[in-house]
């Protein structure tokens, strides 16, 4: 059995992600932060469907925490899934923050840096030793760092998330003597708990977000997470470098 690592799984595109993932035969390893229960939903989803699962709590700001973690996905390779490598990693994990440039705090400036670039590029780095030869990854980015998406009070979020577009970039490039596949998905707004859970607390702003999508409605989980999944799948065997919009043809 192929297994996964996908971080940020008790909700919204990791969920969605993790459990599509399994329907697609491979075993689970998800993490969480704070929404334990998130995650025990998602490994229930995943049981139920007949696969396998794991939660592990992570911290992605905090890299002081990943050889821990590091040793915590080895004990559960082994125990759970009788392996001592995983096949595919799903960089999801992260916050959003919103301020305009001249209000934007250095502290602010600091949390999001660490959860949106330095937290993905370093846990790579640390699980690397575990990720099989001939495996993928695939990060998760934002349209936010595309020129016909802007909207005041992203700039640091986005800016981020761009550099994350060029780390794919490397990434595939410097993994591929070992032919790990390396891919990032950019999904426009999507339903989530994103922002504060914006959606839910602001319902009214819907309509009007749907009629910037050319489908005609904001994106939902699913529509993220399988192409993740087939990212990851056989189906995308022949695709590395490329940073990939799902978005439903927002602002098209």
């Not at 799903?90 to 600091?110: H, K, P, R």
Request: aromatic share 8%; hydrophobic share 40%.
């Amino acid at each position: 059995m192929k297994v996964a690592v996908v971080t940020g799984a008790s909700s919204g595109i990791g969920q969605s992600a993790a459990v599509q993932i399994a329907k697609r035969g491979s075993g689970v390893i998800l993490t969480y932060s704070s929404n334990e229960q998130g995650a025990k939903d998602t490994v229930r989803e995943i049981e139920e469907s007949g696969g396998t699962a794991a939660a592990l709590r992570l911290d992605i700001g905090d890299t002081a925490g990943f050889p821990a973690f590091r040793e915590a996905v080895a004990e559960t390779l082994h125990e759970t899934f009788r392996r001592d490598s995983f096949d595919h990693l799903v960089n999801n994990a992260g916050f959003a923050g919103m301020a305009l440039i001249e209000e934007t705090t250095e502290q602010e400036f600091d949390k999001l840096a660490a959860g949106l670039f330095k937290g993905p590029f370093f846990l790579t780095q640390t699980l690397l030793p575990l990720l099989a030869d001939g495996g993928a990854v695939v990060n998760v980015t934002s349209n936010s760092t595309l020129p016909q998406v802007t909207v005041s009070g992203y700039s640091v979020y986005a800016a981020l998330k761009g550099a994350m577009v060029v780390l794919t970039r490397y990434m595939a490039k410097e993994f591929s003597t070992r032919g790990i596949r390396v891919n990032s998905v950019a999904p426009g707004a999507t339903r989530t708990r994103f922002a504060d859970d914006a959606f839910a607390k602001n319902p009214e702003i819907i309509p009007d977000l749907a009629k910037t999508f050319a489908l005609g409605r904001v994106g939902e989980p699913d529509d993220i997470g399988m192409v993740i999944a087939m990212l990851l799948s056989e189906e995308g065997r022949w695709i590395t470098g490329q940073d990939i919009e799902v978005s439903g043809g927002q602002n098209l």
